[in-house]
């Protein structure tokens, strides 16, 4: 098998993007998403009217990510898709979409598990990025995720930390919820929170034991803190509006790096990198790079487009996986609580 010319075209379909992604030898040819607008009036992702909309969008989306690559079908070697984990409804899309094309092709079908996907997006070939080095500590952080893994080697990974609750990009959509801002709220939090005082307001942080993480009791505290404020103040959010921001996003960033902190510690190991929705966030940028500073880590933050759900990063895993010739057979399922 040649490792010198490999077409590999990646599918992604676990939540609210299709996403489809032509990769040539590592390196991306195209990636293309269409984002689903329709959630936004319901302030969350709706799992039937995903599932829907997958079904509309992936044929011209695969359609589109080939024709942008200047690839044909025929070129392809093998096509990879997210077997979970993720909305059941929107798995089953890409997952049968793929195995038919593989069929059709007679070509191999690999399965993705879409949180190495975010993880092994650091190893898709762009210039001028460095990719971290064996073994590093992965924190993925995103409206459905929120993950420490130490990264052993491509597919050698231990989850150390997650959430027992929400991710924490629902606990910046929740809090804007609750402060009145559109979805998902975490840009405009995030944008707000620069022109704020982030220790206006103090939310204490929550205690839970080793590297695992809680959200569910900060979106609380910040319910309570409001409803008690907008009683005295009918005017209190709009008045307060950047430092309200600006201090839910400090505490948020505070109980990331807390956690990382200790992961680092615990293992000794100093290269961290980040992925999810949430890595967008200029506070937790900052953060990072303060770290590199104050614990003398190394960090490594993708481009914004391999960060958010996308399918260069199941192609990117795609790819890893046809290297080493491990593929799916076609009685395959979906899996909507895959593990790593
Ligand atoms: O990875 P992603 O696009 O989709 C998944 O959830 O898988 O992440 C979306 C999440 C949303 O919760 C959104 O509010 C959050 O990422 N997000 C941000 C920022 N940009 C996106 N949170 C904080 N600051 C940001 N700049
Ligand atoms: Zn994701």
């Given at each position: 098998?040649?490792?010198?010319?490999?077409?590999?075209?990646?599918?992604?379909?676990?939540?609210?993007?299709?996403a489809?992604?032509?990769?040539?030898n590592?390196?991306?040819?195209?990636?293309?998403?269409a984002?689903?607008?329709?959630?936004?009036?319901?302030?969350?992702?709706?799992?039937?009217?995903?599932?829907?909309?997958?079904?509309?969008?992936?044929?011209?989306?695969?359609?589109?990510?080939?024709?942008?690559?200047?690839?044909?079908?025929?070129?392809?070697?093998?096509?990879?898709?997210?077997r979970?984990?993720?909305?059941?409804?929107?798995?089953?899309?890409?997952?049968?979409?793929?195995?038919?094309?593989?069929?059709?092709?007679?070509?191999?079908?690999?399965?993705?598990?879409?949180?190495?996907?975010?993880?092994?997006?650091?190893?898709?070939?762009?210039?001028?990025?460095e990719?971290?080095?064996?073994?590093?500590?992965?924190?993925?952080?995103?409206?459905?995720?929120?993950?420490?893994?130490?990264?052993?080697?491509?597919?050698?990974?231990?989850?150390?930390?997650?959430?027992?609750?929400?991710?924490?990009?629902?606990?910046?959509?929740?809090?804007?919820?609750?402060?009145?801002?559109?979805?998902?709220a975490?840009?405009?939090?995030?944008?707000?929170?620069?022109?704020?005082?982030?220790?206006?307001?103090?939310?204490?942080?929550?205690?839970?034991?080793?590297?695992?993480?809680?959200?569910?009791?900060?979106?609380?505290?910040?319910?309570?803190?409001?409803?008690?404020?907008?009683?005295?103040?009918?005017?209190?959010?709009?008045e307060?509006?950047?430092?309200?921001?600006a201090?839910?996003?400090?505490?948020?960033?505070?109980?990331?790096?807390?956690?990382?902190?200790?992961?680092?510690?615990?293992?000794?190991?100093?290269?961290i990198?980040?992925?999810?929705?949430?890595?967008a966030?200029?506070?937790?940028?900052?953060?990072?790079?303060?770290?590199?500073?104050?614990?003398?880590?190394?960090?490594?933050?993708?481009k914004?487009?391999?960060?958010?759900?996308?399918?260069?990063?199941?192609?990117?895993?795609?790819?890893?996986?046809?290297?080493?010739?491990?593929?799916?057979?076609?009685?395959?399922?979906?899996s909507?609580?895959?593990?790593?």
């Amino acid at each position: 098998m040649s490792s010198q010319n490999i077409y590999i075209l990646g599918i992604e379909s676990s939540c609210d993007d299709t996403a489809a992604s032509v990769m040539h030898n590592g390196k991306i040819l195209s990636n293309v998403i269409a984002n689903q607008k329709i959630h936004e009036e319901y302030g969350g992702v709706v799992p039937e009217l995903a599932s829907r909309a997958h079904q509309q969008n992936i044929v011209p989306v695969v359609h589109q990510a080939l024709k942008k690559a200047n690839v044909t079908k025929e070129q392809l070697n093998a096509i990879a898709f997210t077997r979970g984990p993720g909305l059941m409804g929107s798995l089953l899309v890409g997952t049968s979409f793929a195995k038919s094309l593989a069929y059709g092709l007679d070509i191999p079908l690999i399965d993705v598990n879409h949180m190495q996907g975010h993880i092994l997006a650091h190893f898709i070939d762009e210039e001028g990025y460095e990719k971290p080095p064996l073994p590093f500590l992965a924190m993925t952080i995103s409206g459905g995720h929120t993950q420490i893994v130490k990264v052993n080697d491509y597919f050698d990974m231990d989850v150390i930390g997650e959430t027992i609750d929400d991710a924490v990009g629902e606990a910046f959509d929740k809090s804007g919820k609750i402060l009145g801002l559109g979805y998902p709220a975490g840009p405009e939090i995030d944008k707000r929170a620069k022109l704020g005082n982030p220790k206006a307001f103090k939310f204490t942080k929550p205690k839970v034991d080793g590297l695992n993480f809680s959200f569910s009791g900060l979106k609380t505290a910040i319910l309570y803190f409001v409803q008690k404020e907008t009683k005295a103040n009918p005017n209190f959010v709009e008045e307060n509006l950047n430092d309200i921001c600006a201090s839910i996003q400090h505490t948020i960033i505070g109980i990331l790096i807390d956690k990382l902190k200790k992961a680092s510690k615990e293992t000794g190991i100093k290269h961290i990198a980040i992925g999810g929705g949430v890595s967008a966030n200029s506070g937790i940028r900052q953060a990072l790079k303060d770290g590199e500073k104050k614990f003398g880590w190394t960090t490594y933050v993708p481009k914004f487009e391999f960060t958010t759900d996308n399918a260069a990063m199941i192609a990117i895993v795609g790819h890893l996986k046809y290297l080493q010739e491990d593929f799916a057979e076609q009685d395959v399922v979906a899996s909507a609580r895959l593990k790593i």
